[in-house]
Protein backbone atom coordinates (compact mmCIF):
# COMPACT_ATOMS: atom_id res chain seq x y z
CA UNK A 1 0.00 0.00 0.00
CA UNK A 2 1.44 3.61 -0.46
CA UNK A 3 -0.96 4.63 2.45
CA UNK A 4 -2.67 2.97 4.71
CA UNK A 5 -5.54 5.07 6.71
CA UNK A 6 -5.35 4.70 10.31
CA UNK A 7 -8.54 2.37 11.77
CA UNK A 8 -10.55 5.36 12.99
CA UNK A 9 -9.91 7.58 10.03
CA UNK A 10 -13.16 8.46 8.03
CA UNK A 11 -13.33 10.02 4.21
CA UNK A 12 -16.08 12.81 3.83
CA UNK A 13 -17.45 15.13 1.18
CA UNK A 14 -18.05 19.11 2.32
CA UNK A 15 -20.50 21.29 0.88
CA UNK A 16 -22.85 24.54 1.67
CA UNK A 17 -26.62 25.00 1.09
CA UNK A 18 -26.13 28.63 -1.05
CA UNK A 19 -23.89 26.40 -3.35
CA UNK A 20 -25.78 23.95 -4.35
CA UNK A 21 -29.13 24.14 -2.81
CA UNK A 22 -30.79 26.37 -5.33
CA UNK A 23 -33.79 28.25 -5.39
CA UNK A 24 -35.30 32.03 -5.42
CA UNK A 25 -33.96 32.26 -1.90
CA UNK A 26 -33.89 35.95 -0.14
CA UNK A 27 -30.27 35.66 0.65
CA UNK A 28 -27.00 38.24 0.70
CA UNK A 29 -25.94 36.24 -2.39
CA UNK A 30 -29.31 36.22 -3.98
CA UNK A 31 -29.18 39.49 -3.79
CA UNK A 32 -25.48 40.05 -4.95
CA UNK A 33 -26.27 37.86 -8.11
CA UNK A 34 -28.97 40.54 -8.79
CA UNK A 35 -27.14 43.32 -8.22
CA UNK A 36 -24.57 41.87 -11.15
CA UNK A 37 -21.24 40.83 -9.10
CA UNK A 38 -21.17 37.59 -9.73
CA UNK A 39 -18.21 36.95 -12.55
CA UNK A 40 -19.62 34.66 -14.80
CA UNK A 41 -23.09 35.68 -14.34
CA UNK A 42 -24.35 32.33 -12.36
CA UNK A 43 -27.51 32.60 -10.70
CA UNK A 44 -27.29 30.99 -7.28
CA UNK A 45 -31.21 30.56 -7.45
CA UNK A 46 -29.65 27.63 -10.20
CA UNK A 47 -26.60 25.84 -8.25
CA UNK A 48 -27.61 21.88 -8.40
CA UNK A 49 -31.25 22.01 -7.61
CA UNK A 50 -30.27 19.92 -4.83
CA UNK A 51 -32.84 21.29 -2.24
CA UNK A 52 -35.12 19.05 -4.59
CA UNK A 53 -32.48 16.55 -5.47
CA UNK A 54 -31.22 15.94 -2.02
CA UNK A 55 -32.51 12.28 -1.90
CA UNK A 56 -30.71 10.80 -5.24
CA UNK A 57 -27.57 12.92 -4.39
CA UNK A 58 -27.45 11.55 -0.99
CA UNK A 59 -27.93 7.95 -3.06
CA UNK A 60 -25.11 8.80 -4.96
CA UNK A 61 -22.64 9.51 -1.49
CA UNK A 62 -23.74 6.44 -0.37
CA UNK A 63 -22.98 4.61 -3.90
CA UNK A 64 -19.23 6.31 -3.72
CA UNK A 65 -19.18 4.95 0.11
CA UNK A 66 -18.96 8.40 1.64
CA UNK A 67 -18.74 8.13 5.54
CA UNK A 68 -19.28 11.16 6.76
CA UNK A 69 -20.82 14.50 5.50
CA UNK A 70 -20.31 18.14 5.99
CA UNK A 71 -23.26 20.16 5.00
CA UNK A 72 -24.92 23.33 5.48
CA UNK A 73 -28.39 24.63 5.72
CA UNK A 74 -29.41 27.87 4.39
CA UNK A 75 -30.31 30.54 7.40
CA UNK A 76 -32.59 32.50 4.85
CA UNK A 77 -34.56 29.78 3.56
CA UNK A 78 -35.47 28.95 7.45
CA UNK A 79 -36.22 32.23 8.59
CA UNK A 80 -37.35 34.07 5.70
CA UNK A 81 -38.64 36.86 7.58
CA UNK A 82 -37.78 37.99 11.24
CA UNK A 83 -38.44 35.56 13.57
CA UNK A 84 -40.66 33.61 11.21
CA UNK A 85 -39.18 30.51 11.04
CA UNK A 86 -40.45 28.05 8.12
CA UNK A 87 -41.47 24.99 9.60
CA UNK A 88 -41.42 22.85 6.33
CA UNK A 89 -38.03 23.74 5.66
CA UNK A 90 -36.58 22.47 9.17
CA UNK A 91 -38.63 18.92 8.08
CA UNK A 92 -36.80 19.07 4.73
CA UNK A 93 -33.84 19.57 6.23
CA UNK A 94 -34.28 17.09 8.84
CA UNK A 95 -35.51 14.68 6.45
CA UNK A 96 -32.18 15.02 4.78
CA UNK A 97 -29.98 13.86 7.88
CA UNK A 98 -32.47 11.58 8.75
CA UNK A 99 -31.52 10.01 5.27
CA UNK A 100 -28.26 10.02 5.81
CA UNK A 101 -28.09 8.18 9.29
CA UNK A 102 -29.92 5.45 7.47
CA UNK A 103 -27.41 5.15 5.07
CA UNK A 104 -24.73 5.18 7.82
CA UNK A 105 -23.19 8.57 6.80
CA UNK A 106 -22.29 10.47 9.50
CA UNK A 107 -23.49 14.41 9.73
CA UNK A 108 -21.51 17.06 10.43
CA UNK A 109 -23.59 19.83 10.50
CA UNK A 110 -22.60 23.83 9.54
CA UNK A 111 -24.70 26.36 10.81
CA UNK A 112 -23.14 29.60 9.11
CA UNK A 113 -21.02 29.38 5.66
CA UNK A 114 -21.29 32.96 4.40
CA UNK A 115 -24.97 33.46 3.45
CA UNK A 116 -27.52 34.95 5.50
CA UNK A 117 -31.36 36.67 4.87
CA UNK A 118 -30.78 39.35 2.95
CA UNK A 119 -33.38 41.56 6.04
CA UNK A 120 -30.36 40.45 8.24
CA UNK A 121 -28.08 42.20 5.83
CA UNK A 122 -30.54 44.91 5.37
CA UNK A 123 -30.20 45.70 8.82
CA UNK A 124 -26.55 45.83 8.81
CA UNK A 125 -25.26 42.39 8.89
CA UNK A 126 -23.14 41.46 11.84
CA UNK A 127 -22.04 44.93 12.46
CA UNK A 128 -25.71 45.89 13.85
CA UNK A 129 -26.03 45.97 17.43
CA UNK A 130 -29.20 43.12 17.38
CA UNK A 131 -26.75 40.65 15.25
CA UNK A 132 -25.92 38.62 17.76
CA UNK A 133 -29.48 38.24 19.58
CA UNK A 134 -30.91 37.42 16.26
CA UNK A 135 -28.04 35.22 15.22
CA UNK A 136 -28.62 33.09 18.59
CA UNK A 137 -32.15 33.29 17.85
CA UNK A 138 -31.56 31.06 14.28
CA UNK A 139 -29.07 29.27 16.12
CA UNK A 140 -31.23 27.92 19.04
CA UNK A 141 -33.83 27.25 16.07
CA UNK A 142 -31.60 24.97 14.62
CA UNK A 143 -30.75 23.36 18.03
CA UNK A 144 -34.28 22.73 18.38
CA UNK A 145 -35.09 20.85 15.12
CA UNK A 146 -31.46 19.06 14.96
CA UNK A 147 -29.66 18.80 17.89
CA UNK A 148 -31.55 14.81 18.53
CA UNK A 149 -30.28 13.74 15.18
CA UNK A 150 -26.95 15.81 14.57
CA UNK A 151 -23.66 15.10 17.52
CA UNK A 152 -20.76 17.19 15.39
CA UNK A 153 -21.12 20.62 14.75
CA UNK A 154 -19.25 23.56 12.65
CA UNK A 155 -20.45 26.48 14.29
CA UNK A 156 -19.15 29.03 11.67
CA UNK A 157 -16.90 28.59 8.25
CA UNK A 158 -14.29 30.50 7.84
CA UNK A 159 -14.53 34.36 9.67
CA UNK A 160 -11.69 35.70 7.80
CA UNK A 161 -12.49 34.43 4.64
CA UNK A 162 -16.11 36.23 5.03
CA UNK A 163 -14.78 39.43 7.01
CA UNK A 164 -11.75 40.15 4.14
CA UNK A 165 -13.45 39.06 1.11
CA UNK A 166 -16.90 41.03 2.28
CA UNK A 167 -15.53 44.23 4.47
CA UNK A 168 -12.13 44.57 2.89
CA UNK A 169 -11.64 43.36 -0.61
CA UNK A 170 -14.78 44.58 -1.48
CA UNK A 171 -15.42 40.90 -3.71
CA UNK A 172 -18.49 39.45 -1.21
CA UNK A 173 -21.73 41.12 -0.09
CA UNK A 174 -22.14 43.81 1.20
CA UNK A 175 -18.82 44.91 -0.72
CA UNK A 176 -17.19 47.16 2.29
CA UNK A 177 -13.28 48.24 1.91
CA UNK A 178 -12.60 49.05 5.76
CA UNK A 179 -9.81 48.13 7.88
CA UNK A 180 -11.54 48.50 11.32
CA UNK A 181 -15.30 46.95 9.59
CA UNK A 182 -13.13 43.77 8.54
CA UNK A 183 -11.41 42.85 11.94
CA UNK A 184 -14.57 44.25 13.54
CA UNK A 185 -16.84 41.40 11.75
CA UNK A 186 -14.05 39.49 12.79
CA UNK A 187 -14.08 39.39 16.57
CA UNK A 188 -17.76 39.72 16.30
CA UNK A 189 -18.13 36.01 14.21
CA UNK A 190 -15.02 34.47 17.01
CA UNK A 191 -17.25 35.71 19.84
CA UNK A 192 -20.53 34.29 17.69
CA UNK A 193 -18.09 31.22 17.68
CA UNK A 194 -17.84 30.82 21.66
CA UNK A 195 -21.38 31.75 22.19
CA UNK A 196 -23.03 29.16 19.73
CA UNK A 197 -20.38 26.63 21.03
CA UNK A 198 -21.77 27.23 24.71
CA UNK A 199 -24.92 26.99 23.62
CA UNK A 200 -24.73 23.56 21.73
CA UNK A 201 -22.96 22.13 24.96
CA UNK A 202 -25.73 23.65 26.98
CA UNK A 203 -28.61 22.47 24.82
CA UNK A 204 -27.34 18.78 24.47
CA UNK A 205 -26.28 17.42 27.78
CA UNK A 206 -27.40 13.81 27.32
CA UNK A 207 -24.55 12.81 25.25
CA UNK A 208 -21.06 13.70 23.58
CA UNK A 209 -21.13 16.52 21.09
CA UNK A 210 -18.35 17.90 19.27
CA UNK A 211 -18.13 21.08 17.98
CA UNK A 212 -15.63 23.67 16.60
CA UNK A 213 -15.19 26.25 13.64
CA UNK A 214 -13.78 25.94 10.40
CA UNK A 215 -11.16 27.58 10.72
CA UNK A 216 -9.52 28.67 6.55
CA UNK A 217 -5.28 28.22 7.41
CA UNK A 218 -2.30 29.37 4.82
CA UNK A 219 0.79 28.67 4.80
CA UNK A 220 2.28 32.34 4.34
CA UNK A 221 6.09 32.40 3.02
CA UNK A 222 8.05 35.51 2.55
CA UNK A 223 9.65 35.61 -1.48
CA UNK A 224 13.11 36.13 -0.47
CA UNK A 225 13.55 34.52 3.23
CA UNK A 226 16.54 36.05 3.34
CA UNK A 227 14.42 39.83 3.57
CA UNK A 228 13.65 41.12 6.81
CA UNK A 229 11.14 43.55 5.43
CA UNK A 230 9.32 40.60 3.69
CA UNK A 231 9.78 38.58 6.82
CA UNK A 232 8.14 40.94 8.80
CA UNK A 233 5.24 41.58 6.65
CA UNK A 234 4.55 37.81 6.35
CA UNK A 235 4.14 37.57 9.99
CA UNK A 236 2.04 40.23 10.39
CA UNK A 237 0.00 39.13 7.94
CA UNK A 238 0.04 35.49 8.96
CA UNK A 239 -1.67 37.09 12.71
CA UNK A 240 -3.82 39.39 10.82
CA UNK A 241 -5.39 36.72 8.02
CA UNK A 242 -5.67 33.54 10.70
CA UNK A 243 -3.30 33.51 14.04
CA UNK A 244 -5.43 36.24 16.46
CA UNK A 245 -8.78 34.69 14.89
CA UNK A 246 -7.31 31.19 16.60
CA UNK A 247 -6.30 32.53 19.71
CA UNK A 248 -10.43 34.25 19.58
CA UNK A 249 -11.67 31.21 18.79
CA UNK A 250 -9.79 28.55 20.51
CA UNK A 251 -9.41 30.43 24.27
CA UNK A 252 -11.53 33.07 23.99
CA UNK A 253 -8.27 35.27 24.19
CA UNK A 254 -8.33 38.49 22.08
CA UNK A 255 -5.63 40.55 21.02
CA UNK A 256 -5.09 42.66 18.44
CA UNK A 257 -6.11 43.78 15.37
CA UNK A 258 -9.35 42.14 17.12
CA UNK A 259 -11.21 43.07 19.68
CA UNK A 260 -13.25 41.34 22.43
CA UNK A 261 -16.79 43.32 21.49
CA UNK A 262 -19.42 40.97 23.79
CA UNK A 263 -16.63 40.49 26.82
CA UNK A 264 -16.50 37.07 26.89
CA UNK A 265 -14.57 35.12 28.39
CA UNK A 266 -11.45 33.01 28.57
CA UNK A 267 -12.02 29.30 28.02
CA UNK A 268 -11.66 26.17 25.36
CA UNK A 269 -14.06 26.49 22.49
CA UNK A 270 -13.25 24.00 20.29
CA UNK A 271 -14.12 20.17 20.88
CA UNK A 272 -11.51 19.18 18.04
CA UNK A 273 -9.36 21.48 15.05
CA UNK A 274 -10.80 22.22 11.90
CA UNK A 275 -8.42 22.75 9.15
CA UNK A 276 -10.04 24.16 5.51
CA UNK A 277 -6.60 23.95 3.45
CA UNK A 278 -6.28 25.11 0.05
CA UNK A 279 -2.71 26.86 -1.16
CA UNK A 280 0.42 28.87 0.25
CA UNK A 281 0.49 32.29 -0.08
CA UNK A 282 3.93 33.96 -0.76
CA UNK A 283 4.60 37.13 0.56
CA UNK A 284 7.05 40.00 -1.60
CA UNK A 285 5.70 43.25 -0.19
CA UNK A 286 2.63 45.21 -1.01
CA UNK A 287 1.82 42.15 -3.48
CA UNK A 288 1.10 38.88 -2.72
CA UNK A 289 0.11 35.70 -4.36
CA UNK A 290 1.59 32.92 -6.36
CA UNK A 291 5.13 31.49 -6.09
CA UNK A 292 6.82 31.78 -9.65
CA UNK A 293 7.06 28.40 -11.07
CA UNK A 294 5.43 26.43 -8.97
CA UNK A 295 2.62 23.89 -9.23
CA UNK A 296 -0.59 25.61 -9.26
CA UNK A 297 -4.77 25.01 -9.95
CA UNK A 298 -6.78 26.72 -12.67
CA UNK A 299 -7.34 29.89 -10.17
CA UNK A 300 -3.75 30.15 -10.36
CA UNK A 301 -3.31 29.31 -6.56
CA UNK A 302 0.12 27.26 -5.57
CA UNK A 303 -0.32 23.66 -4.89
CA UNK A 304 1.50 22.80 -1.99
CA UNK A 305 0.61 19.53 0.44
CA UNK A 306 3.48 20.03 2.63
CA UNK A 307 1.39 22.80 4.38
CA UNK A 308 -1.91 20.57 4.97
CA UNK A 309 0.63 19.38 7.75
CA UNK A 310 2.31 22.51 8.72
CA UNK A 311 -0.51 24.11 9.34
CA UNK A 312 -2.51 21.65 11.54
CA UNK A 313 0.79 21.64 13.62
CA UNK A 314 0.57 24.61 14.46
CA UNK A 315 -2.71 24.70 15.85
CA UNK A 316 -1.72 21.02 17.46
CA UNK A 317 1.10 22.53 19.27
CA UNK A 318 -1.44 25.26 20.71
CA UNK A 319 -4.17 22.62 21.65
CA UNK A 320 -3.37 19.16 21.33
CA UNK A 321 -7.03 17.86 19.65
CA UNK A 322 -8.09 15.69 17.20
CA UNK A 323 -7.73 17.00 13.82
CA UNK A 324 -10.94 17.31 11.08
CA UNK A 325 -9.39 18.05 7.79
CA UNK A 326 -12.95 20.02 7.17
CA UNK A 327 -12.21 21.38 3.73
CA UNK A 328 -9.32 20.68 1.02
CA UNK A 329 -9.38 19.88 -2.86
CA UNK A 330 -8.96 22.32 -6.26
CA UNK A 331 -10.13 23.89 -8.73
CA UNK A 332 -9.80 21.62 -12.02
CA UNK A 333 -12.03 21.79 -14.97
CA UNK A 334 -10.36 18.92 -16.72
CA UNK A 335 -10.02 16.73 -13.71
CA UNK A 336 -6.33 16.28 -14.79
CA UNK A 337 -4.57 16.36 -11.57
CA UNK A 338 -7.46 15.93 -8.78
CA UNK A 339 -6.86 12.67 -7.62
CA UNK A 340 -2.56 13.92 -7.61
CA UNK A 341 -3.72 16.85 -5.54
CA UNK A 342 -5.67 14.88 -3.16
CA UNK A 343 -3.55 11.86 -3.09
CA UNK A 344 -0.04 14.10 -2.02
CA UNK A 345 -2.40 16.06 0.44
CA UNK A 346 -3.66 12.60 1.84
CA UNK A 347 -0.21 11.20 2.15
CA UNK A 348 1.16 14.61 3.43
CA UNK A 349 -0.97 14.00 6.36
CA UNK A 350 0.05 10.49 7.03
CA UNK A 351 3.41 11.01 7.27
CA UNK A 352 2.98 12.88 10.17
CA UNK A 353 2.05 11.22 13.63
CA UNK A 354 -1.01 13.60 13.51
CA UNK A 355 -4.28 12.41 14.82
CA UNK A 356 -6.06 13.33 11.49
CA UNK A 357 -9.42 11.23 12.24
CA UNK A 358 -11.52 12.85 9.37
CA UNK A 359 -10.92 14.60 5.55
CA UNK A 360 -13.62 16.33 4.25
CA UNK A 361 -13.01 16.78 -0.06
CA UNK A 362 -14.12 20.28 -1.07
CA UNK A 363 -16.23 19.25 -2.92
CA UNK A 364 -18.90 16.40 -3.83
CA UNK A 365 -20.08 18.13 -6.83
CA UNK A 366 -19.25 21.14 -8.89
CA UNK A 367 -21.32 24.14 -7.76
CA UNK A 368 -22.54 27.84 -7.55
CA UNK A 369 -18.74 28.83 -6.34
CA UNK A 370 -19.35 32.34 -5.29
CA UNK A 371 -18.18 34.83 -6.80
CA UNK A 372 -16.75 32.65 -9.53
CA UNK A 373 -19.97 31.20 -10.26
CA UNK A 374 -20.48 28.27 -12.44
CA UNK A 375 -16.92 28.38 -13.78
CA UNK A 376 -14.61 27.03 -10.87
CA UNK A 377 -15.40 23.40 -10.32
CA UNK A 378 -14.06 21.64 -7.18
CA UNK A 379 -16.23 18.81 -7.39
CA UNK A 380 -15.86 14.96 -7.57
CA UNK A 381 -19.24 14.68 -9.63
CA UNK A 382 -19.53 17.08 -12.91
CA UNK A 383 -21.94 19.89 -11.99
CA UNK A 384 -24.51 19.96 -15.24
CA UNK A 385 -25.83 23.10 -14.25
CA UNK A 386 -28.29 23.01 -17.55
CA UNK A 387 -29.92 19.11 -17.24
CA UNK A 388 -28.37 18.64 -13.47
CA UNK A 389 -27.54 14.87 -14.68
CA UNK A 390 -25.32 13.56 -12.12
CA UNK A 391 -21.87 11.89 -13.73
CA UNK A 392 -19.18 11.03 -11.30
CA UNK A 393 -15.53 12.14 -12.37
CA UNK A 394 -11.98 9.84 -12.84
CA UNK A 395 -11.16 11.91 -9.32
CA UNK A 396 -14.69 10.54 -7.67
CA UNK A 397 -14.16 6.79 -8.75
CA UNK A 398 -10.17 7.35 -7.52
CA UNK A 399 -11.85 8.77 -4.01
CA UNK A 400 -14.49 5.89 -3.71
CA UNK A 401 -11.25 3.67 -4.36
CA UNK A 402 -9.62 5.10 -1.78
CA UNK A 403 -12.35 4.32 0.57
CA UNK A 404 -13.08 0.81 -0.70
CA UNK A 405 -9.37 0.15 0.55
CA UNK A 406 -9.12 2.51 3.11
CA UNK A 407 -5.88 3.32 1.88
CA UNK A 408 -4.09 3.65 -1.84
CA UNK A 409 -3.05 1.04 -2.99
CA UNK A 410 -0.08 0.17 -5.67
CA UNK A 411 -2.45 -0.15 -8.31
CA UNK A 412 -4.91 2.36 -7.63
CA UNK A 413 -1.85 4.78 -7.29
CA UNK A 414 -1.04 3.62 -11.02
CA UNK A 415 -4.00 3.78 -12.14
CA UNK A 416 -5.14 7.62 -11.28
CA UNK A 417 -2.10 9.47 -9.40
CA UNK A 418 0.81 8.34 -11.70
CA UNK A 419 -0.34 9.76 -14.90
CA UNK A 420 -1.49 13.15 -13.59
CA UNK A 421 0.73 16.96 -13.81
CA UNK A 422 -0.14 19.76 -12.37
CA UNK A 423 0.25 23.07 -14.45
CA UNK A 424 2.62 25.30 -13.88
CA UNK A 425 2.41 28.98 -12.40
CA UNK A 426 3.80 31.88 -14.42
CA UNK A 427 7.58 33.04 -13.79
CA UNK A 428 6.70 36.68 -11.83
C1 LIG B 1 -15.03 27.92 1.26
C2 LIG B 1 -15.89 27.21 0.24
C3 LIG B 1 -15.34 27.46 -1.15
C4 LIG B 1 -13.92 26.92 -1.21
C5 LIG B 1 -13.25 27.03 -2.58
C6 LIG B 1 -13.54 27.80 1.01
O1 LIG B 1 -12.91 28.98 1.40
O2 LIG B 1 -15.39 27.52 2.55
O3 LIG B 1 -17.21 27.65 0.37
O4 LIG B 1 -16.13 26.94 -2.16
O5 LIG B 1 -13.14 27.66 -0.30
O6 LIG B 1 -13.07 28.34 -2.97
Keep these: MKITFKKDFMLGVATAATQIDGGEVNSNWNQWYHLGKIKDGANPAIANDHYQRVRDDLKLMHDLGIQTYRFGVEWARLEPSPGQFDETVFAHYRQEIQMMLDYG ?10 SHPQW ?3 QGGFL ?6 VFMRYIDQCLLHFADLVDEYITINEPNVYALEGYFFKEWPPGHHSTRECFKIMSILASLHIMTYQRIHDTIQDRPVRVSFAHHLRVFTPEKPRSLYQKHLTAIVQRAFQDALTQACFFGKFSLPLTNPLHLVRGIYVDFIAINYYTRTTIS ?3 DGTRANSDCNDLGWEIYPQGIVDVA ?7 PLDIYITENGTCDRQDTFRSRYIYEHLLALFQSELPIKRY ?9 EWIEGENAPFGLVI ?3 KHQV ?5 SGRFYKQLIIDHGVSEETYRIYVEPQTYNRAAPR
Excluded at 105 to 114: N, S
Excluded at 128 to 133: E, G, K, L, N, V
Excluded at 360 to 368: K, L, Q, S, V
Design 313 to 319: QQLYALL
Design 128 to 133: SAAAPA
Design 390 to 394: RTVKQ
Design 120 to 122: FED
Design 383 to 385: GDF
Design 285 to 287: GLK
Design 105 to 114: IKPLLTLYHF
Design 360 to 368: YHWTFIDNF
